[in-house]
């Protein structure tokens, strides 16, 4: 069974935005874009956006030309992978290898199970009912290949079945060279040849194919393709394999009240995790832990670490803190410990002797205590963002996450060592409209201009504002006590876009 997805793409930015189709932000004009070479290139398109004429493989620049207040939002190529696997994981429950095909497909070997779901008609009816209520839109076929499905999935009439006996050759002839799963530049060389549907390839000399066509990639070989429709070539799946999060466990023989044995217990576990993680030669990044109570109730505590680890006493202690506010009730009978999150980490002797590096003394550690004393959200750490705007020139992140690329500042834009959370409007006095401030008065203060700098004019961020936003001519200037300034004038006298500019200070140079 092949299950096309033609709308992967969207239906994922819209399960990330958290509303329903037709709803809420997908009511709005909206493009998936890419960076390329060309400029800005649409990926996919939400249905409000194609019914403004845009469509994917338009430049940003052409669409905008239809509809000027299209919205645009970066693509998530290595989300949507993601996602598909989640969801090739998902579609097990019809058979019991589920492969990607992608970037947007699925191909589910139902091989001797159709009859469980009342046969292959009612198996495919499942499939789209199930899609639907996820608000996923899937398109579906079954056929005895692979190549076949996919096919019909792709190019044949929704819910199509292809039976075991029926004469694949034939039934397939009118479907265009496309269904066969070439690169474009392949179907191109095909059309031009005169070979636009399965029947003309059918009827053709295959030697003279074989020399035109002599690239091993099965993309770009309509010959093996062909073959592997019609079965006379095997195509064996590649399954998505599910692999089971590291978990330990202790079923206790008598259930604990006390704060001493449950601590006790958690060291246990977390040296047994310490073991499954070495064995998989994995770190673990996110950890629960689940405490089982005789009155049946559950209490999950979570743990996220700033960077992949196995250290068993780390571990016990980060919970240890995590655990001050459980009620063991009459007493907990089970506790169990999983990673949810891990990463691969290496075996790493830290000298000749062998001896580890001593817990505590790594950044890691250090940020692992902050963040389970203070908070996820209170331990952060300001990264460059390519931003010209001076507020937005920056971002928080996690502390030991890797920095985003970003544009390199150049030489000459020297910024102030300290930034206004928020610029604050001043008061200048200045010789001409265009001219430089000769005294400004901030936070009650008056301060006379004895040396200026500048302008440094700035834009707006003409994509993400709006229209009438205005320019910016930022001055580095000094008072008659020495102190420095960055302040900048927003706007310009007469250029249509508000009264009379306003002046605003930003940061303090030292």
């Known amino acids: 069974m092949a299950i096309w997805l033609p709308r992967l793409a969207v239906d994922r930015w819209r399960q990330v935005e958290g509303c329903r189709r037709g709803e809420g932000t997908d009511t709005a004009p909206t493009a998936l874009i890419s960076e390329t070479a060309h400029g800005q290139m649409i990926e996919a398109v939400n249905d409000a956006g194609l019914a403004m004429g845009a469509r994917p493989g338009m ?21 949507d992978r993601a996602f598909l696997e989640r969801l090739a994981v998902w579609a097990q429950r019809w058979g019991p290898q589920a ?29 789209e009912a199930r899609f639907a209520a996820r608000e996923v839109t899937a398109r579906a076929a079954i056929a005895p290949t692979a190549g076949a499905a996919w096919a019909l999935g792709h190019h044949g009439p929704g819910g199509a079945i292809l039976a075991p006996g029926e004469d694949i050759e034939a039934r397939l002839a009118q ?31 295959r030697e003279a194919l074989k020399r035109r066509f002599r690239n091993r990639s099965p993309q770009a070989n309509p010959l093996l393709r062909l073959d592997q429709l019609l079965g006379r070539v095997s195509e064996p799946l590649l399954p998505v394999v599910v692999v089971a999060p590291a978990l330990v466990q202790r079923r206790l023989l008598e259930p604990i009240r006390h704060r001493e044995l449950l601590d006790q217990v958690v060291t246990d576990l977390a040296a047994d995790m310490a073991h499954e993680l070495e064995r998989r030669g994995e770190g673990a990044r996110r950890l629960e832990l689940g405490l089982w109570r005789v ?47 891990a990463e691969p980490l290496a075996i790493v002797q830290a000298d000749l002797d062998g001896k580890a590096e001593e817990p505590g003394t790594t950044l890691a550690t250090c940020i692992d205590r902050l963040t389970v004393r203070l908070g996820a959200a209170a331990v952060r750490r300001p990264v460059p963002y390519a931003s010209h705007i001076p507020e937005r020139a920056q971002r928080w992140q996690a502390p030991l996450a890797p920095e985003p690329a970003s544009q390199e500042e150049l030489a000459f834009h020297f910024r102030p060592l300290k930034l206004l959370e928020k610029p604050e409007k001043i008061a200048v006095l200045y010789a001409s409209p265009d001219g430089y401030p000769r005294q400004f008065r901030w936070r009650g203060g008056l301060h006379e201009v004895v040396r200026v700098e500048g302008p440094e004019r700035i834009a707006p961020e003409w994509w993400r504002e709006k229209g009438n ?7 580095r200037i000094e008072d008659t006590t020495g102190r420095r300034y960055w302040i900048y004038r927003a706007g310009l006298a007469n250029d249509g876009r508000g009264g009379a500019p306003d002046w605003f200070l930003q940061g303090l140079c030292g």
């Open 59 to 79: 430049t940003v620049a052409d669409a905008r030309t239809l509809y000027p207040w299209l919205r645009v939002t970066p693509s998530d190529p290595a989300g």
């Open 99 to 127: 492969a990607l095909d992608a970037p947007d497909g699925l191909l589910i070997d139902v091989s001797a199970v159709a009859h469980l779901f009342g046969g292959e008609a009612a198996l495919l009816a499942d499939v």
């Open 175 to 205: 479907l265009p060279v496309a269904a066969l799963r070439l690169d474009p530049d392949v179907q191109l060389v095909l059309r031009r040849l005169g070979l636009k549907r399965l029947s003309d390839l059918t009827g053709i000399n």
């Open 295 to 341: 009155d049946d109730d559950v209490a999950i505590r979570s743990l996220e670490l700033a960077a992949a680890t196995r250290e068993p006493a780390h571990i016990a202690r980060l919970f240890a803190a995590k655990l001050d506010d459980v009620d063991a009730g009459f007493g907990i009978e089970l506790v169990r410990m999983r990673a949810t999150w």
């Open 469 to 475: 936003t205005r320019l910016r001519d930022y001055y």
